[in-house]
């Protein structure tokens, strides 16, 4: 296995407050990261540094390294580029207030490709990667917002998808639907996880030990732990970890 | 208890009265449309109804006519109305354009400090009284005109989309400015998520996102250019007669027609002011359906 993402030393800062305080971290290749810790811990802020999404809030400091295949995703990489090669899903599903078919086509539009025929096959094999095809195979041209929450949630995995990333970010993806459609999304996730490396936050502890390889744990802008994710529910190393993961924290 | 009881019912008048207060205000809106609507209509109809005392006049002949000579009896207003609808199109297919582009510029892509020095200019060019519009162009933009056409003056069509177009732009700029800041930022992270660029994600989801708010202020554009008046009137040139023939034609829109003349009309002529009047009502009342057709389409989603 190779590391797909080594991080050094990252300090990141809204304006005067530090939200990440020297985070260390190595992730494989085609693993699947769980991100754990309280409300606020900076789960989010990680999350949105690995793909420059911070950048777009103002007053937004980074130090340290990003390393995304061995470049430095803020000094080697475009940030479009960066931001293709890293897909995201987002805690609220937020497709596009458009038809299911442009929403998925949206990426590989937006870099150019312009034929119908390699868009269809692009859609419906990114719909079919979402294990969403069937459910609106009969509905491609109706508007995205139409549909359920779990629906839209898979929707926009598929948008994510369509523009073949090599790491998937997902933030609480889960937390805004019913159990059936959690599970598809998590059974997703593992499928998916034969090609992509995934990275998720979540704050269901469950989730965490069912589809992760490696989980970390975070407290306020900390990296506390970071192992194996069956070490780190069973025999965690870290006081406070024990505490978080057996709801004794706080 | 009976301390509460004497706090309940005075709390309780005040309800009653700020609700009589806010309702009395809300008349004096309706009764207000209400009497203008009323007071022209039954003015400016008179004219076309068989025995008026002042003489009649065809509602074909007004409504098609190519001449306004009131001292022979022709009250013609077809070309004012096709010199209003050309100098309003012309002024929303320039000003609509650059007014978005304008917008977009405000809200997403300028960094901060240009931002505070472009939004007072807007506003302050909404606030300019339209008299002041009407000099500019008639001491800047008519005499450029005049070096540019072939006709002796350079008040003319024109002239009147130019300034015209400058006057729209405060309301589309605003309006379409708050249109873009309502859209919501998970459209624009989900599609600079996908890698695409920030100009891509302006015109690919933000500017569709927020098309009935863009509508709302071209409608609300039209609006003004179409009952605009002093500005129009002193770049016009206000012919008696005829279809203006090409951008360098002086016009004569249905604003100006009443402006110039009602100070010293009388009789049949007044009420014929009053009639052309009625139809630049009938315009703008066509507007603002439109404009709630699409503001309630937005709403509902
Ligand atoms: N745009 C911002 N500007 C300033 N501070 C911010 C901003 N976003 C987040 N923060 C702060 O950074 C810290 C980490 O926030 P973050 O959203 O990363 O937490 P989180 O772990 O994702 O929490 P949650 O589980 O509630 O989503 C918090 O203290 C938060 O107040
Ligand atoms: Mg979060």
Redesign the interface.
């Known amino acids: 296995m190779v590391n797909k993402f080594s991080i050094k030393n990252l300090d990141m800062y809204y304006g005067d407050f530090q939200a990440l305080i020297n985070v260390n971290m190595e992730i494989l290749d085609k693993e699947i990261t769980a991100l754990i810790g309280p409300s606020g811990c900076g789960k989010s802020t990680f999350l949105r540094t690995l793909?420059r999404?911070n950048d777009?809030i103002e007053g937004v400091r980074v130090e340290g390294e990003i390393l995304l295949d061995g470049e430095n995703i803020y000094k080697d990489i475009d940030v479009?580029?960066?931001?293709?090669?890293i897909?995201?899903v987002?805690q609220?599903p937020?497709?596009?207030?458009?038809s299911v078919y442009d929403n998925v086509a949206?990426?590989p539009?937006?870099?150019g490709i312009k034929k119908k025929a390699e868009l269809d096959e692009i859609v419906e094999k990114s719909l079919r990667r979402a294990a969403i095809w069937d459910e609106v195979k009969d509905r491609i041209k109706k508007n995205a917002l139409s549909l359920s929450g779990g629906q839209q949630q898979r929707i926009?995995i598929a948008?994510?998808l369509a523009?073949d990333p090599e790491v998937l970010l997902m933030d609480e993806p889960t937390s805004a639907l019913d159990p059936i459609s959690t599970l598809k999304v998590e059974d997703l996730a593992e499928e998916l996880k034969k090609d992509i490396t995934i990275i998720i936050v979540t704050h269901n502890m469950q989730q965490a030990a069912r589809i992760s390889d490696k989980t970390a744990f975070f407290l306020n802008g900390e990296l506390i732990e970071f192992d194996e994710t069956d070490i780190i529910f069973s025999v965690p190393k870290d006081k406070r970890t024990e505490d978080y993961i057996t709801g004794r924290f706080g | 208890m009976g301390k509460d009881m004497k706090l309940d019912r005075k709390n309780e008048l005040k309800e009653k009265l700020a609700h009589y207060l806010f309702l009395f205000n809300a008349t004096v809106a309706i009764i207000s449309v209400a009497a203008i609507a009323f007071f022209v209509f039954y003015r400016g109809l008179q004219p076309f109804i068989p025995g008026n005392a002042e003489g009649t006049y065809s509602l074909i002949d007004f409504l098609t006519g190519l001449e306004w000579r009131p001292g022979e009896g022709k009250f013609g207003i077809l070309y004012m109305i096709v010199g209003s609808l050309l100098a309003t199109t012309g002024a929303i297919v320039l000003g609509v354009p650059i007014g978005i582009l304008t917008a977009v510029f405000i809200a997403e892509l300028a960094p901060k400090w240009i931002r505070t020095v472009i939004k007072p200019a807007v506003e302050l060019l909404a606030g300019i009284p339209s008299v002041i519009y009407g000099l500019f162009g008639l001491g800047i933009i008519v005499p450029a005109i005049m070096q540019l056409s072939s006709q002796p003056q350079g008040q003319s069509l024109l002239a009147v989309i130019l300034v015209l177009m400058i006057m729209i732009l405060p309301t589309v700029i605003t309006i379409t400015e708050s249109a873009i800041k309502a859209v919501?930022d998970?459209?624009?992270?989900?599609?600079?998520?996908?890698?695409?660029?920030k100009l891509?994600t302006v015109f690919?989801?933000v500017l569709?996102?927020a098309k009935s708010g863009i509508l709302a202020g071209v409608v609300l554009g039209i609006g003004r250019a179409i009952g605009e008046t002093m500005a129009v009137m002193l770049v016009a040139g206000n012919p008696i007669a005829g279809l203006p023939t090409s951008i360098f034609s002086p016009v004569r829109p249905l604003t100006t027609n009443i402006a110039m003349e009602m100070s010293y009309a009388f009789g049949l002529h007044q009420e014929m002011l009053f009639a052309t009047g009625v139809v630049l009502f009938t315009f703008i009342i066509i507007i603002n359906l439109i404009l709630n057709r699409i503001t309630r389409g937005s709403e509902l989603?």
């Open positions: 793909n999404m777009l479009t580029k960066l931001r293709t090669r897909g995201m987002f609220k937020n497709p596009f207030p458009m949206y990426g539009r937006a870099h926009c948008r994510a523009v | 919501p998970s459209y624009r992270e989900g599609s600079l998520g996908l890698g695409a660029t891509y690919r989801v569709p996102a989603k």
